[in-house]
């Protein structure tokens, strides 16, 4: 299926071929590794990879009486991954009789992301789920004045943020450190990780007698893609009092 077009299967989901090296890591054992996956795109779900079955370490699979059903793909049956003592149940799965035109799965294995210790394109890890290639950032330098009032205290104000644009998601706006009061900051208490900008920590404010817990994040190490915010500060701007976007 390498270098062939996209192929999209009754509008509900499309596979596409890609040229990245792919691999999966358990236990400190590598489960696959293949620069002939493929990526299915389907309707409301994140993307998956499904990795040709050559690709995949079969010694590491057992499989299981477990099944589902899907109505465009057919039935799906399961293997659990094991290495050592470490098992990981029904973390793989293959459809091995492809309802209609998804027949071209039936020689591809799938995996569950969060069931996996570790994923790599190429050699930079991945986190979350797969990157969609149809899922963009747009990261934008700009001279817009921004503005974040929180019971009656300015937090943050600035002519010189950065606009992130992230397909289908709000403007997000990044303030330089400098820009912001930290004196309101307290550390938030959770981290989150983004497949395309990465680990993300937090911070709460606390203003007068509210405390809005994790309202700001930050990447100190972004990656790469996203650089152009690293260490910066974004707020969620629909939950804070006041948030002004200006263009003077």
């Known amino acids: 299926m390498k270098n062939t077009q996209a192929i999209l299967i009754a509008d509900k989901f499309e ?18 590794d ?14 998956i990879y499904y990795f040709p079955r050559e690709d995949v370490r079969h010694e590491f699979l057992e499989q299981t ?22 098992n990981s149940e029904d973390a ?19 995996f569950y992301w969060s069931k996996m210790d570790a994923w790599f394109e190429e050699d930079e890890k991945v986190d979350v789920h797969a990157r969609d290639p149809y899922h963009r950032i747009d990261i934008l330098k700009s001279s817009r004045h ?7 205290e300015v937090i943050a104000e600035t002519k010189r943020p950065t606009l992130l644009f992230e397909t289908k998601l709000p403007v997000r706006y ?33 203003a007068g007698d509210k405390l809005l817990a994790n309202l700001i994040w930050t990447y100190p190490y972004a990656k790469t893609e996203a650089l152009a915010v690293a260490d910066q500060l ?12 200006s263009e003077d």
């Open 92 to 110: 793989a799965w293959a459809y091995l009789d492809p309802a209609g035109n998804a027949d071209m799965l039936s020689d591809y294995l799938a």
């Open 34 to 47: 293949s620069s002939n996956a493929v990526l299915l795109r389907e309707q409301d779900h994140v993307p």
């Open 174 to 206: 990044y303030i330089p450190r400098l820009d912001v009061d930290f004196s309101f900051l307290e550390p938030g208490s959770i981290k989150t990780h983004c497949p395309y900008k990465g680990e993300a920590k937090y911070y709460s404010v606390r």
């Open 15 to 32: 596979i596409i071929p890609t040229a990245k090296r792919v691999r999966i890591f358990y236990n400190n054992k590598v489960i696959a």
């Open 146 to 152: 921004i503005k974040v009032v929180i019971q009656g």
């Open 234 to 245: 974004c707020f969620y701007q629909e939950k804070t009092d006041e948030f002004t976007v």
């Open 65 to 86: 009486d477990h099944r589902s059903r899907c109505p465009h793909k057919g039935e799906a049956s399961y293997w659990t991954v094991r290495v050592g003592k470490k």
